[in-house]
């Protein structure tokens, strides 16, 4: 097509314009960099680069793009999975005079303009993520009437097209779709850190086979690896504690849940240092200021979850260090190589914990649904001939929301489609679910546990540590080099671990109350859907820890479910959480009395517990509440509908309200929160002007 023609490339421009993006005018291109631009401006075919972060893959695609837009040609098109993590790119772009839109979750308010300006060839590079390609809107409207146009595809972190990224961002799985509708001459550059040779020869059947693919050193000579093994939670945060005050410049700890991030960076706080909390449930509009406070050493870590990942660019970062195990290789190397680019000597240490088998078994057990979850949905599919919202999916299959969403959003995946999207509602196609979507899912189950194995040896290794990530990697060790630095202490103070271990067993956690009916309302209570009456719900609540932490989580778990009873230490850690709690309620009334919520199954355990610590406060327990009959357990109800109909007619008030004054209503543990919104109900009603809702243990995260 005329957009794609060959013209010759001119050197002294390119490097006007790498001068220009980095601001200095001595720079030079590294090896590789210039090659990459000349293929793609001479349109040579395509090509893979894999060069390690800090490389300069960026320069490669924004250089090429504003040579090809100054001869005249069209935009290019970039697919990235965390575009928002590319702002200091962008910036570079800018300067050397490269015109940057990006359409993605963050700037929503910027989508038409961009979009017009793209069309109207005002844009010389758009940046989307791969979710666009899943949007029928920006298909028909943006993509179908510029494809003709663009002169370049660019498919940033290319490795996620692999197994890889499945369950990182799914859609990557439709960028093969669109590479089929290109020309064949469009010129198309995939780039990414990490890809091994199984990574290559995936992308290789998706990009084509007479792909050119230029690999570069993997050995990371300014970073210092090392692995230690902690023996416990308590012990890890002693050690980044006294770390972190020897250790110079900034850096990253990663974690791998968003509750240890906040968790981690609310004991490092307490212990003085300046840190702050990145996941991906951080504000939107807070996270370029924390990305800049990292970037100009104003704080002197983010402890973060992998949503501070691809895309994100540190150069002088001097540590990076991991509380807990990532998943893969893969996923280690591209974290852990943030450290040290552009500077002499760096750290890369990973903490061994106790916990992390627990959790990347939770991970690999829910990148994919079972088959009993598809036929749920599909059988509720099935009985719906208008097709059904996510919402209305959730009143007819006992699965929760987010497991739902990710079933239904891999089964449109597929190709066909057993179910697709009409509006807001899903409906069943003619397709049938290939067993082929069976076969991927039991092969990347097995390879997702085959990367965990390998990470755990890795973590038992006292040497050879960059050796070992480079041949996991499918790169060259001969040029390995380690740093002059000396390894981090591998011990912990004993009295900041008992600091440790105090803070885990001070904190404790909100229970806030529901304010609406499930969907349907409870029909056996005669209660309708809809906001529940603010005169007849739950004040906010308190839980004393998280089920099985290392705070008073193990001693909850071993009283219920070892000794039958739970021990004095919980009552009195209970009592003090109660009386600091009762103090921030002023002016409104403490509670004046006790409660509990009652179980067929032990019935026993909690008034046992409730009414030592209605002693311990002071305070005089009645036991008000029935459970009229047995039903499952609520952790076997796996969405909010489920859990709301099984609590449904099962309590009941007995005899007449000892006092009207607030109470305390106590369980052992909670989940869903519907259990203690129907009491709470149930006790309003009958007079009790307010209920308080207390729970030793949040089971909500043990899924």
Known sequence: MPENHTFAYDASRALALLRLAVNNPAATFRDGQEEAIRHLVENRGRLLVVQKTGWGKSFVYFIAAKLLREAGLGPALLVSPLLALMRNQIEAASRMGVRADRITSDNRADWVAAQRRFLGGETDIMLISPERLDNDEFKQRVLAPISPRISMLVVDEAHCISDWGHDFRPQYRLIERLIRTLPRNMRLLATTATANNRVVDDL??????????TRGDLSRPSLFLQTIAMPSQAARMAWLDAR?????GSGIIYVLTIRDAVQLAEWLQSRGHDVAAYTGSTDPERRPALESALLENRVKALVATSALGMGFDKPDLAFVIHYQAPGSVVAYYQQVGRAGRAVASAYGVLL????????????IRNAF???????????????????LSLREMQAGVNTSAGRIEKAVQLLALENPAPIAKEGARWKLTASDLPESFWRRADRLTALRRAEHAQMKTYLALKSGHMEFLITALDGDVSRVRTPPLAPLPESCDPAGAEAARAFLRRTSLKIEPRVQWPSGGLPKFGVEQGSIPENLRAGTGRILCVWGDAGWGGLVRRGKYADGRFGDELVEASAALARAWFATLAPAPAPTWVACIPSLRHPRLVPDFASRLASALGLAFHDVLQKTDARPEQKTMSNSVFQARNIDGSLAFAGKLPRRGPVLLVDDI??????????????????????????????SHDK
């Open 204 to 213: 290789k059947s998706v990009l084509g086979a007479n792909l050119s693919i």
């Open 244 to 248: 972190l005050r020897e250790l110079a």
């Open 352 to 363: 061994g914990s106790a916990e992390e088998d627990r959790i990347h078994d939770y991970f």
């Open 369 to 387: 649904p079972s088959r009993e979850e598809v036929a749920h949905v599909i059988n509720a599919l099935a009985g719906a001939p208008g097709g």
């Open 670 to 699: 909670v989940d869903s929160r519907w259990t203690f919104t129907v009491a709470a109900w149930l006790m309003r009603t009958h007079g009790c002007n307010s209920v308080y809702p207390f729970a030793l243990a949040d089971s």
